[in-house]
């Protein structure tokens, strides 16, 4: 039984609960869709759907997986022939892609020496784990940080937790001062850069970061082999970039790394750390730690080893951090894959998830790679059949995403002005499937799209939708008797290849997959035995993952008229306001920028998006293509008028004003980003200005829906 967005559900979604009982209908409209096109789609999408299959899936992740395939290395050029090559065979034209950009791999071994009661040199290597044959591979990726500085120091240890700025105040208040000391702090809460930065801006000479076993070890469960969780010895590699600043090549910011180019000098790039960043293993931080002395670590600061944690800082405990960096210009490799449309060739719908892995990869990203590559071949089957798609999609399989999102932010920014004109939306997939729950961030517009698409994928699991296997969780431990809620669907922020596409260039974008207990991130056991035996066992949720990312883009490429919600837009914008409005009166900063001015734009932005919603059902139930067309170049325009072309405050590159990362949030969006940055920093000029230049997009975006009209 299958649900789908009948009037009463509409209702009950609009008012944020779900019916107590599934609402079970013959599934016959199709948002955007005339009723008779409707039918014509959804036959079209059953034999999409049937396409896509265990076997296959699991084939193309164990060839994936079979070494380690880190960007710019042979072993990664493999992989992009062999997508490229299997994506030409389902008769899809497909053509590599290359760039050159900075990176940096190991030129040896990194040092961590332990000087307390005796010098003690700690292992950084992951050991061989029986059961997983990939484990003893020889070409297993060194634990290392993507744009370390070369450094080689030696200093007293502190103690700091997460690396955030607040953490730094409780270091401050305990009178423990890390200048000129070697930082070691715990992955969580926060992207990596943002630790090396404030690490570096605190004046750290060093910094060490490693995996809590409270956060992804033994204290969430059983252990790799026994169970999916991170062993002791294991580490966690990774870009140090400060992607907050800008992603894509370090040396080309805005620009693409194509001859020709002028590139910065590595020291002018401000997105790379200066100081030796190194990953280590929570057993290695343990011997590091349960030596350490001075104060006994504030609230938040305990973490899941055996024993009370201390700040450390004192001159008794020292260590050695020596890291040896060999950084070149690099040959990256994407994959673009284009299917013609036939009748809007000039209208792009954009697949896209990388490609490159620190190791194997199974998870993050090729459990991704496998779910496009079934796409394409149920799409391949498609125009076996005859199928002509209405608009144009590109697939696009991205290399080097894990230093920094450089392969698909070198491909926006070369093409920049052909996406700014042709492009829908780009649906990006990335850690595919790592258990059985789905998730999904998006801009709002597009969340009745994503919604309506898992309504009719089913759950292998459970035998439900996805939508309503996704709802059950959502509701569990709710009380008896209180009204459902709908799950939400999460704001875009960084970390993936959404955000070349959203917050350089105003494209609409979604995210999603399918998650679980996954604590081997990183690692060499991201592996594909621990997909056999964890992540995906019988590999059913790579089948569902392929068939709800093309659900969703066989209907943004048929659709008569594009089936985007603004005044979900809208009604998002609010929450975000009304929080933020609150957050500014417990500062006292209520009076320092104009909310009237804010409401009356969030006010006219809902009322001209509920008139282009009537005004688009009525001309898709007449065909009127004319005004179609007109409807929908506006609703793909509304989203470019987001982007301020003057960038965000000290980062131009980021250029959106609902969505970016935060200096401080990592991957987590930090919504009405300058705004919201002003008043955490409790500065009300800046958060006046901010807004005003928030008002402004939101009024060009409400102009430019008004154009849909045609009046």
């Known amino acids: 039984m299958k649900l789908v967005l009948t009037l009463s559900l509409a209702l009950c979604l609009v008012a944020g609960v779900l019916p107590a009982t599934p609402i079970a209908v013959a599934q016959t409209a199709l948002d955007g869709f005339s009723a008779q096109r409707a039918q014509t789609q959804r036959r079209l999408e059953e034999r999409f759907r049937a396409v896509p299959a265990p076997p296959s899936a699991r084939e193309h992740l164990r060839i994936l997986t079979r070494e380690p395939h880190i960007a710019g290395t042979k072993e990664d050029y493999d992989t992009a022939v062999y997508v490229r090559d299997q994506l030409r065979s389902y008769g899809i034209a497909a053509e590599l892609k290359e760039y050159d950009v900075w990176l940096n791999y190991p030129k040896s071994p990194s040092i961590v020496e332990l000087m307390a009661s005796r010098r003690q040199r700690l292992s950084i290597q ?48 305990a009178g423990v001062d890390v200048k000129g000391k070697i930082v070691v702090v715990r992955y969580g809460n926060s992207f990596r850069g943002v630790k090396a930065k404030v690490a570096e801006d605190h004046g750290a000479i060093g910094c060490i970061i490693y995996s809590d076993p409270a956060d992804d070890g033994y204290v969430q469960g059983d252990i790799y082999p026994k169970g999916p969780w991170r062993p002791g010895e294991s580490g966690q590699r990774g870009s140090v970039q400060y992607l907050f600043d800008y992603p894509g090549d370090p040396l080309t910011p805005g620009r693409p790394a194509i001859p020709g180019v002028e590139r910065l000098k590595p020291e002018e790039a401000t997105d790379l750390t200066r100081i030796p960043v190194q990953p280590i293993s929570y057993d290695a931080a343990r011997a ?15 973490g899941g080893l055996p024993f009370a944690y201390h700040l450390g800082g004192t001159n008794d405990v020292t260590l050695r951090l020596k890291t040896d960096m060999d950084y070149k210009m690099r040959k990256i490799w994407n994959v ?16 896209g998830n990388h490609r490159d892995a620190w190791v194997f990869g199974a998870v993050d990203p090729n459990s991704g790679t496998s779910a496009m590559l079934e796409v394409g071949r149920g799409f391949g089957e498609l125009l076996k059949q005859g199928w002509k798609p209405r608009r144009t999609i590109i697939l696009g399989s991205w290399d080097a995403e894990e230093y920094g999102l450089i392969g698909s932010t070198e491909w926006a920014e070369e093409i920049a002005p052909e996406l700014r004109e042709k492009a829908v939306a780009y649906l990006n997939l990335d850690a595919a499937v790592s258990g059985p729950n789905f998730g999904a961030s998006s801009v709002p517009s597009l969340w009745k799209a994503i919604r309506a698409a898992t309504v009719d994928v089913k759950d292998p699991k459970t035998g439900k939708s996805v939508y309503q296997q996704w709802q059950d ?32 260039l105003g494209i609409a974008s979604t995210d999603m997959g399918f998650g679980g207990d996954y604590g081997v991130y990183h690692s060499a056991y991201d592996s594909f035995h621990w997909m056999d035996q964890f992540g995906d066992p019988g590999f059913v949720y790579h089948v569902a993952a392929a068939q709800v990312w093309g659900t969703l883009a066989l209907r943004l490429v048929e659709a008569d008229g594009l089936p985007f919600d603004y005044a979900d837009y809208a009604k998002q914008i609010r929450e975000y306001f009304t929080e933020a409005v609150g957050l500014a009166g417990r500062r006292n900063l209520g009076t320092a920028f104009d909310e009237r001015s804010m409401n009356v734009a969030i006010d006219s932005f809902a009322n001209e998006a509920e008139r282009v919603n009537k005004l688009r059902e009525e001309a898709v139930r007449d065909s009127n293509r004319a005004k179609l067309a007109r409807i929908n170049d506006a609703f793909m325009q509304t989203e470019r008028q987001l982007i301020d072309p003057r960038g965000l405050r000290g980062r131009a590159w980021y250029k959106h004003q609902i ?9 987590a969006a930090q919504p009405l980003t300058d705004f919201r940055q002003a008043l955490d920093d409790r500065n009300g000029p800046i958060a006046k200005e901010s807004l005003e230049r928030i008002v402004e997009a939101i009024k060009r975006a409400t102009s ?3 154009q849909a009209r045609g009046d």
């Open 288 to 302: 590091i730690l349960s030596v350490l002395k001075g104060p006994v670590r504030p609230r938040g600061f305990q």
């Open 126 to 173: 992951e050991p061989v784990v029986p059961g997983d044959p990939s484990s003893s591979h020889p070409k297993i990726t060194p634990l290392f940080n993507g744009y370390s500085a070369t450094g080689d120091v030696t200093a007293p240890v502190v103690y700091a937790n997460y690396g955030l700025p607040n953490d730094y105040d409780d270091l401050k208040k």
């Open 473 to 504: 969780r959502a509701n569990e431990g709710r009380s008896e008797g209180s009204p459902k809620s709908e799950a939400r669907i999460g704001a875009l922020g960084s970390g993936s290849d959404y955000t070349p596409f959203l917050q350089h």
């Open 659 to 667: 969505y970016a990362p935060g200096f401080y949030t990592g991957y």
């Open 336 to 351: 673009i894959a284009r299917i013609d449309g036939n009748e809007e060739k000039d209208r792009w719908v954009i697949l």
């Open 704 to 706: 430019t829906l008004k």
